[in-house]
T-cell receptor, first 112, second 115 residues
Framework: KQEVTQIPAALSVPEGENLVLNCSFT??????LQWFRQDPGKGLTSLLL?????REQTSGRLNASLDKSSGRSTLYIAASQPGDSATYLC???????????FGTGTRLQVFP | GAGVSQSPRYKVAKRGQDVALRCDPI?????LFWYQQALGQGPEFLTY????????KSGLPSDRFFAERPEGSVSTLKIQRTQQEDSAVYLC?????????????FGQGTRLTVV
């Protein structure tokens, strides 16, 4: 059974720091991995999608990498801002099903 | 529509009451998913549709939970005889057909509180 773990569970940093959020998964038979952002009381906003054949994706200050063989992904946030404060979730899409399996998230707070 | 739309945004139900939650997926999206998110947890899979066909309902926690998508567009998640442990945010997502590498787009969710 696929299990997705995110470390750390919570992170509080001053504005301007570069951050690394970690996601690990136990079953490498995935189609893709997707990073989401969730603001309090809101739904999920898709940030980046990495296909299983890809190593990384970039969008603005965000960079996500994928090492499928070792079951790991990282989300790198450059020059963090208070507006980046949210919960970040990673999810893998299982092969042979269409299920997205989520981690429990990293709650990020960036203070001025 | 421009995005996935869910209604109502908030629902308070008395224990034992039946509720119905609605999801309007992105126009043209064939795949539709329902997830349940408890406070402080990641979303948990409930069920999946491709068009009107419910291909996977393995995540539905009990037979009190029922989902339908009769015309392959709008979907309704129904919970009968609600219990306190049903309190959660219910999220709906849609994605394009046939391509496992397409993004899933989520709605704002319905927050259900059972009192």
């Amino acid at each position: 059974k696929q299990e997705v773990t995110q470390i750390p569970a919570a992170l509080s940093v001053p504005e301007g720091e570069n951050l690394v959020l970690n996601c690990s998964f136990t079953d490498s038979a995935i189609y893709n991995l997707q990073w989401f952002r969730q603001d309090p009381g809101k739904g999920l906003t898709s940030l980046l999608l990495i296909q299983s054949s890809q190593r990384e994706q970039t969008s603005g200050r965000l960079n996500a990498s994928l090492d499928k063989s070792s079951g790991r992904s990282t989300l790198y946030i450059a020059a963090s801002q208070p507006g980046d404060s949210a919960t970040y979730l990673c999810a893998v899409r299982q092969q042979n099903t269409d299920k997205l399996i989520f981690g429990t998230g990293t709650r990020l707070q960036v203070f001025p | 529509g421009a995005g996935v739309s869910q209604s109502p945004r908030y629902k308070v139900a008395k224990r034992g009451q039946d509720v119905a939650l609605r999801c309007d997926p992105i126009s043209g999206h064939v795949s539709l998913f329902w997830y349940q998110q408890a406070l402080g947890q990641g979303p948990e899979f409930l069920t999946y549709f491709q068009n009107e066909a419910q291909l996977d309902k393995s995540g539905l926690p009990s037979d009190r939970f029922f989902a339908e998508r009769p015309e392959g567009s709008v979907s309704t998640l129904k919970i009968q005889r609600t219990q306190q442990e049903d309190s959660a945010v219910y999220l709906c997502a849609s994605s394009s057909y046939g391509h496992k590498n397409t993004e899933a787009f989520f709605g704002q969710g319905t927050r259900l509180t059972v009192v």
